[in-house]
């Protein structure tokens, strides 16, 4: 049964870069590995999403091993306005069955 | 401007009366789905629905219903509120050529 693990909680500083890892085993080799951005009071934003190897665009890059059982959220240079939730997302297609696995978020707090 | 939107975005309601929210998206997506959020949990699918007429059981179903008569609409109905319904819920689209999902801005429900 696939599922996504990713930390709590993590803390940092502006201007470091931040890594956020996500466990996801029993992936299929055509299932895409998402991340969401959350702020309170508001609904999920998307961040970047990938396949295998590495993704960049101008927020975030995403880094995927071979074997796709984890990724890794970076975020360069980090300031007080990236204070957020960060959810995975990992979408399987099994039998022609459509299955969204969510992690359950981890909370990312900047400090100045 | 490419949306989600729902309503009410806050509801106070009693138990057992009848409550409808509403979403609607205005990008032709064809995959809709709610989502309830919960402290600790993060995001649970309660239904989705692939088309018009298509709607299937996510992780947490029960107590809730759905209905697709059009593609742009995808109501949430509780036909017998219970305080364990008090929680956040999300509405999201996507289009099935892609993975990333839109999230509606959230419903603030409390069940006394």
């Known amino acids: 049964l696939a599922k996504t693990t990713q930390p709590i909680s993590m803390d940092s500083y502006e201007g470091q870069e931040v890594n956020i890892t996500c466990s996801h085993n029993?992936?299929?080799?055509?299932?895409?590995i998402t991340w969401y951005q959350q702020f309170p009071s508001q609904g999920p934003r998307f961040i970047i999403q990938?396949?295998?190897?590495?993704v960049t665009n101008e927020v975030a890059s995403l880094f995927i091993p071979a074997d796709r059982k984890s990724s890794t959220l970076s975020l360069p240079r980090v300031s007080l306005s990236d204070t957020a939730v960060y959810y995975c997302?990992?979408?399987?297609?099994?039998?022609?069955?459509?299955?969204?696995?969510w992690g359950a978020g981890t909370k990312l707090i900047i400090k100045p | 401007e490419a949306q989600v939107t729902q309503n009410p975005r806050y509801l106070i309601t009693v138990t057992g009366k009848k409550l409808t929210v509403t979403c609607s998206q205005n990008?032709?997506?064809?995959?809709m789905s709610w989502y309830r959020q919960d402290p600790g949990l993060g995001l649970r699918q309660i239904y989705y629905?692939?088309?018009?007429?298509?709607?299937d059981k996510g992780d947490v179903p029960e107590g809730y219903k759905v209905s697709r008569k059009e593609k742009r609409n995808f109501p949430l109905i509780l036909e017998s509120p219970s305080p364990n319904q008090t929680s956040l819920y999300f509405c999201?689209?996507?289009?099935?050529?892609?993975?990333?999902?839109?999230f509606g801005p959230g419903t603030r429900l409390t069940v006394l």
């Open positions: 029993n992936i299929a080799t055509n299932d895409y």
């Open positions: 990938g396949y295998k190897t590495k």
């Open positions: 997302l990992v979408a399987l297609t099994l039998d022609s069955n459509y299955q969204l696995i």
């Open positions: 629905s692939m088309n018009v007429e298509v709607t």
């Open positions: 990008m032709n997506h064809e995959y």
């Open positions: 999201a689209s996507r289009d099935l050529a892609a993975d990333t999902q839109y």
